[in-house]
Every structure is written in C-alpha cells, then in structure tokens.
C-alpha cells in the first residue's frame, strides 16, 4: 500500500489569480502548481486570509485521476499580547477600566437600594406629605443615578476603545499581517499515478472588500468661452480591501450582485419569445389565460 505524501504550501509566495469584487465581499481565486505521488497526498496552504467565509471554498482542477478526499479549515491567529507583555499604556487602562467597573457596581448597587425602599413604604406607615417629599427626593436621585450609569458604561466602552487601538499599534506590520492572513486549508488528494505537473485551484469569498462606483462629468469650452452641447462621463470605482491579501497586477472584475447569486446565474446563448400556435394544439404548459 503506498504511504501518504505531505506537501506545505505558503500561499504567499503565490499570487492572487483573479477577483471578482462585489459591493461588500470579493470572491478570489488562487492556483498553486503541485507534484503528486501515487496514492495519497496531504496538502497544507498557510497564509490565506482570516477573513474567508467559511461555506464558500471551492476546489477544483489537479489532474486526471486524481480525487479529492477530504479538505478543511483552520485558523493559527495569533492572540493579541496579554499579560507581562502588554504595552505600559495597556496595563494603565486596564487599571482604569476596572476602576470604573467598580465605581458601576456602586452605583447599581444605589438604584437597587432606591428601589428597594420604596417598595417598603406603605400608606399605613407613612403620612401622605412625607410620602409626597420622598418621591420628589426619589425622583431626582433616580435621575441622576440613571445619568451617573449611563456616563460611566459610555467611560468603559470608550476605555475599551482605547486598549483596542493601543494593542494593534503595539503590533508590528508582521504580526498585523500574521493575523490577517492565518487560515489554513487542508486537502487530501488521492493519484492514481504519480504525476509530477499538477494545478491545484481554489476559490473563496472573503469579508473585508467592497467597491463603489465614482462619476466623473467633464465639460469644455470653445474659443470664445462658450460651453460646448457634449460633456464626457467618466466611470470609474473605488476599490478597497483589508484582506491581508496582495491583489497587486492581479485581474479584477467589478460585479454588483452578491457572490451566491453570481455562481447561481450560468451564461447563456439567448432566448426569443415570440407569439405561435403551440405544435399538436398544445400550450406547451402556459396557463390557458396566455393563449387566448
């Protein structure tokens, strides 16, 4: 029985084929020549991007006799540095934010103490004006407990904020790029033969992409200062990508619909429709209503 073969593959050390980008995704394709032996073949491609839509890896090509067995997806992310190694600004932060988070349960605690008196008074127990002057007390002392909780959760969120955008200014263009680009796909391919030129294509839609379309009008003048009846549109689009991935001299193509709807619609030749008795008196299975 012939054992299995592993080949690692480093997606970035290959170019980006094509990419078809739609309004909010792209879908991307890839090729990357292989050599098989005979029986079966391990296949692992690092560095693809970490925003791939898990549901939409398509694998093609290889070679005749060859058959795909099995593929899968992972991710080797990096975490963002804790700890020890944090950046001093971090650490202070954090001692901020659980500064406040104290403070919060404080105040939590006195809406709760609020409620909770109230509910223990009782027209039995308490002459009408005093009932009247605590509520007016409980009034204020509820709106501004209610103001003093939202203040501190919006001090938190923005705490939080801050320790987000110190940690990725923390990393280096490495680790930033290690991060964007840590999904690995795994393959197993079984050869009848060993073949020793093979293309292993794939596929995929990825998050982090988009395009708008820009319009540009030019007019002009004649000699005499006069605007001329014609002005020229330009078309033309804006493209962006946090992919991780290098879509440089790569071929794009612009598409305005999703990427499920793109792969459902096959090309085709054209169809005319026009008026005729159906053959044999038939109405070749239109409702009667269109034949009349």
């Known amino acids: 029985m012939t054992g299995s073969t592993t080949i690692c593959i480093d997606a970035n050390e ?3 084929s094509s990419v078809v980008v739609f309004r909010t995704q ?3 394709a890839r090729s990357f020549p292989i050599e098989l ?3 079966n073949n391990d296949i692992e491609i690092k ?10 890896l398509r694998i093609q090509g290889v070679g005749k006799g060859v058959t795909l067995l ?3 997806m992972s991710s080797a992310a990096t975490p963002f540095r804790s700890g020890s190694n944090e950046p001093v600004k971090v650490k202070e932060l954090r001692a901020t934010k659980k500064a406040a988070e104290a403070e919060l349960k404080i105040l939590t605690a006195q809406a ?3 409620r909770g008196y109230s509910k223990s008074m009782t027209a039995e127990h308490v002459k009408p004006e005093a009932f009247m002057e605590y509520l007016a007390v409980f009034g204020q002392a509820g709106v501004q407990n209610i103001d003093a909780v939202k203040q501190k959760e919006k001090e938190i969120e923005e705490i939080d904020a801050q320790i987000k955008k110190e940690l990725e200014a923390s990393r280096t263009s490495s680790e930033r790029n290690e991060h964007l680009r840590s999904t690995i796909i795994s393959v197993v391919l079984n050869s009848e033969t060993e073949l020793k030129v093979a293309e292993l294509r794939i596929t995929y839609v990825v998050n982090g992409a988009s395009w708008t379309p820009a319009y540009e009008i030019r007019a ?6 006069q605007l001329n009846k014609t002005v020229a549109l330009h078309y033309k689009a804006a493209i962006t990508q946090s992919t991780g991935e290098d879509w440089k001299n790569t071929k794009l193509t612009l598409n305005t619909t999703s990427p499920a709807l793109a792969r459902a619609i096959l090309p085709h030749s054209g169809l005319k429709i026009q008026p ?3 053959p044999n008196g038939q109405n070749g299975g239109f409702p009667d209503r269109f034949n009349k």
């Open 14 to 16: 290959f170019p980006v």
């Open 26 to 28: 792209a879908e991307v």
């Open 70 to 72: 099995d593929h899968a």
């Open 37 to 39: 032996q005979a029986g």
């Open 220 to 225: 002009t003048t004649d000699t005499d200062g």
């Open 276 to 278: 005729g008795a159906a």
């Open 112 to 114: 709760d103490v609020l």
């Open 47 to 56: 560095g693809l991007p970490s925003a791939i839509q898990q549901d939409s």
